[in-house]
């Protein structure tokens, strides 16, 4: 699948079969994330693989809109350094989360990301340490719809170009 492809026919997947990731396919998305790009190449991230159910379930009680993590074949919690100190930090753990959920659509593998809003409940269930911060968890599985992954674009889904480019100035 090429790029643009991937990034026109992705979806957001919040629904997961009971199923295992081969190792193989978890490697290959976290090592996309690991692959992104960052500011001044401070790669200022990492990453926690979640497989366990019990803790994705835990966690997925973290943000009124995370419950999919509790269905999961893999979480993986974007970890960074103080996202207040310098604002680069979200864009780059952004262009990783982007990254892996590409890797993931082109093996066949559904995703979507989670608001993290219970920052200290989350550190208490993964263990990390405090000079690390999480607001975004990525879930990843395959889809209980596999439909979704070749559907095609919804119509009126997306704003036009002309509706959100401004060329030269407002």
Known sequence: MNVSDAIRL???IRKFQDKALP???VHAILNAGR?????KNE???QFIAIRDK??????SECGQ????LAGAALGVAILTPDPTVKFQIMFDAGQAAAFMQL???ELGVGSVPASIYEAERAREIL?????WHLRIALSFGYPADEEKLSAAPKKGGRRSLEEIVHWEHW
């Open 10 to 12: 992705k979806r957001a």
């Open 103 to 105: 890797a993931a659509w």
């Open 54 to 59: 019990s803790i994705l379930k835990a966690l």
């Open 65 to 68: 809109w995370a419950g999919h």
């Open 43 to 45: 790669q200022g991230w």
């Open 127 to 131: 263990k990390f340490p405090s000079e």
């Open 23 to 25: 190792d193989e396919v």
């Open 35 to 39: 692959r992104s790009q960052s500011s």
